[in-house]
């Protein structure tokens, strides 16, 4: 199949042809005839499989066949993070290159200038308006935004915005559109949440689903098994040599990703954090530094890093083992792109070897697990048997229990001991 296929406009293929683009992947041959028919969707598809031109491509030919005559807003694409909707945006201004559409990136960070270029852009009736959920609801609040004209509204990486806590503020932009409009919702995972949010703004959806692909094969993936401890030591291990090119470091969480940065930088390492605690002004000079080699180690969480699109990122670590294969596939994708090579290396603490044999199962392959070095010191055994891990949990609850009883015969030996002592 090609794009020839699905009868865009002509403006459209000329770009696809500039761009170099001649076959749709899977999630894009599924998904744009569904939406080009007017259909609501739910479509499962991981980030790298080239889910933005699904949404974007048929959007923009509906867009050129309707016009926009009375200068309203068409299209809402909800995005988690300022990252993401600049990417989007850039991805429609290559796509729209002969095409007369209008878009605006809508999100916080920036000055008063910033805030009155969205706002023009909200208020004069650009086509397509790409928006972080919490910015949005700024604008909606407090400036006079015409929402009665539009026609689609895209949530993308739903699964991300749920996590982060903006369920609300979807509801609330939805109470400002139609109801009678084209809803899409992507979702990288489909766990219940999602399906209760499709069921409370979607109308009979189609549902549209491609496999998790696997990893590149440009990837060299290895793992240590360690304890935690030993994780900051490995990595001054692997920088015992230089390291060609960029290196991110995955964090589970905010206060790991703050913690492990600030250990890095104990170390002399040039590193820097990334993640929603950060300010706008502060994660957009982060990256700058980082694209511009100034920093050598991002090290970011989960939600953060699904704006991040640099070449030349050699290394990726998991400082902790993602919750899921997916995640798992998302991160280590980070690197070997554009046809390089990469490597990507997990460190696989004991509560987590359970976890990452999950990922293995999935992937269909046992992961290398490198030896490690003498000066470490000695590794767990890798051992992920779930009866293991609670033999283990038992065995650690007993100890501190018998730790315990210890203790509290100590106390009450000298509480007696002061109570004959006083009766002295």
Same mark, same amino acid.
């Given at each position: 199949?090609?794009? *020839?296929?699905? /009868?865009?406009? #002509?403006? $459209?293929? @000329?770009?696809? !042809?500039? &761009?170099?683009?001649?076959?749709?992947?899977?999630?894009?041959?599924?998904?744009?005839?569904?939406?080009?028919?007017?259909?609501?969707?739910?479509?499962?598809?991981?980030?790298?499989?080239?889910?933005?031109?699904?949404?974007?491509?048929?959007?923009?030919?509906?867009?050129?066949?309707?016009?926009?005559?009375?200068?309203?807003?068409?299209?809402?694409?909800?995005?988690?993070?300022?990252?993401?909707?600049?990417?989007?945006?850039?991805?429609?201004?290559?796509?729209?290159?002969?095409?007369?559409?209008?878009?605006?990136?809508?999100?916080?960070?920036?000055?008063?200038?910033?805030?009155?270029?969205?706002?023009?852009?909200?208020?004069?009736?650009?086509?397509?308006?790409?928006?972080?959920?919490?910015?949005?609801?700024?604008?909606?609040?407090?400036?006079?935004? *015409?929402?009665? /004209?539009?026609? #689609?509204? $895209?949530? @993308?990486?739903? !699964?991300? &915005?749920?996590?982060?806590?903006?369920?609300?503020?979807?509801?609330?932009?939805?109470?400002?559109?139609?109801?009678?409009?084209?809803?899409?919702?992507?979702?990288?995972?489909?766990?219940?949440?999602?399906?209760?949010?499709?069921?409370?703004?979607?109308?009979?959806?189609?549902?549209?689903?491609?496999?998790?692909?696997?990893?590149?094969?440009?990837?060299?993936?290895?793992?240590?098994?360690?304890?935690?401890?030993?994780?900051?030591?490995?990595?001054?291990?692997?920088?015992?040599?230089?390291?060609?090119?960029?290196?991110?470091?995955?964090?589970?969480?905010?206060?790991?990703?703050?913690?492990?940065?600030?250990?890095?930088?104990?170390?002399?390492?040039?590193?820097?954090?990334?993640?929603?605690?950060?300010?706008?002004?502060?994660?957009?000079?982060?990256?700058?530094?980082?694209?511009?080699?100034?920093?050598?180690?991002?090290?970011?969480?989960?939600?953060?890093?699904?704006?991040?699109?640099?070449?030349?990122?050699?290394?990726?670590?998991?400082?902790?083992?993602?919750?899921?294969?997916?995640?798992?596939?998302?991160?280590?994708?980070?690197?070997?792109?554009?046809?390089?090579?990469?490597?990507?290396?997990?460190?696989?603490?004991?509560?987590?070897?359970?976890?990452?044999?999950?990922?293995?199962?999935?992937?269909?392959?046992?992961?290398?697990?490198?030896?490690?070095?003498?000066?470490?010191?000695?590794?767990?055994?890798?051992?992920?048997?779930?009866?293991?891990?609670?033999?283990?949990?038992?065995?650690?609850?007993?100890?501190?229990?018998?730790?315990?009883?210890?203790?509290?015969?100590?106390?009450?030996?000298?509480?007696?001991?002061?109570?004959?002592?006083?009766?002295?």
């Amino acid at each position: 199949m090609t794009f *020839d296929d699905f /009868g865009f406009e #002509y403006e $459209i293929m @000329d770009g696809l !042809d500039a &761009m170099n683009f001649r076959e749709p992947t899977p999630i894009q041959e599924k998904a744009i005839p569904v939406i080009m028919d007017g259909h609501d969707m739910i479509a499962c598809a991981q980030t790298g499989t080239g889910k933005t031109a699904a949404f974007i491509l048929p959007l923009m030919n509906n867009l050129l066949i309707t016009g926009n005559v009375d200068n309203k807003v068409k299209a809402v694409i909800i995005t988690p993070t300022r990252e993401l909707a600049q990417q989007i945006d850039l991805q429609f201004e290559g796509f729209s290159y002969f095409a007369p559409i209008s878009t605006v990136a809508v999100s916080g960070g920036g000055d008063g200038a910033s805030w009155e270029q969205q706002k023009r852009g909200l208020t004069l009736g650009a086509d397509v308006i790409i928006a972080t959920p919490g910015r949005l609801i700024s604008h909606l609040k407090i400036s006079n935004i *015409d929402f009665s /004209g539009v026609q #689609y509204l $895209i949530l @993308d990486e739903a !699964d991300r &915005m749920l996590d982060m806590g903006f369920y609300d503020d979807i509801m609330d932009i939805c109470s400002y559109l139609p109801k009678q409009r084209q809803t899409l919702l992507f979702s990288a995972t489909m766990p219940p949440k999602i399906r209760q949010l499709a069921k409370t703004i979607l109308h009979n959806p189609v549902e549209v689903s491609v496999a998790i692909s696997k990893p590149n094969e440009a990837i060299d993936q290895s793992a240590f098994v360690c304890y935690e401890a030993q994780k900051i030591p490995i990595i001054q291990h692997l920088y015992a040599q230089p390291i060609e090119g960029k290196t991110i470091i995955f964090a589970s969480s905010k206060v790991k990703c703050k913690e492990v940065a600030y250990l890095l930088k104990q170390k002399k390492f040039r590193v820097a954090a990334m993640h929603s605690d950060l300010e706008q002004e502060v994660r957009d000079r982060v990256m700058l530094d980082f694209k511009n080699n100034k920093i050598d180690i991002l090290v970011a969480t989960d939600i953060v890093a699904r704006g991040i699109d640099i070449d030349q990122i050699r290394l990726v670590v998991n400082y902790d083992v993602p919750r899921d294969p997916e995640d798992y596939i998302h991160r280590i994708g980070r690197t070997a792109r554009a046809n390089a090579q990469g490597q990507a290396i997990t460190f696989v603490a004991l509560d987590d070897q359970e976890r990452f044999h999950r990922i293995e199962r999935f992937l269909g392959y046992d992961i290398d697990k490198q030896q490690l070095p003498a000066h470490i010191g000695e590794a767990p055994a890798y051992n992920p048997s779930p009866r293991n891990n609670r033999a283990k949990g038992r065995g650690q609850r007993n100890h501190r229990n018998r730790r315990n009883n210890n203790a509290h015969r100590r106390n009450a030996h000298r509480k007696n001991n002061g109570d004959n002592n006083n009766n002295k």
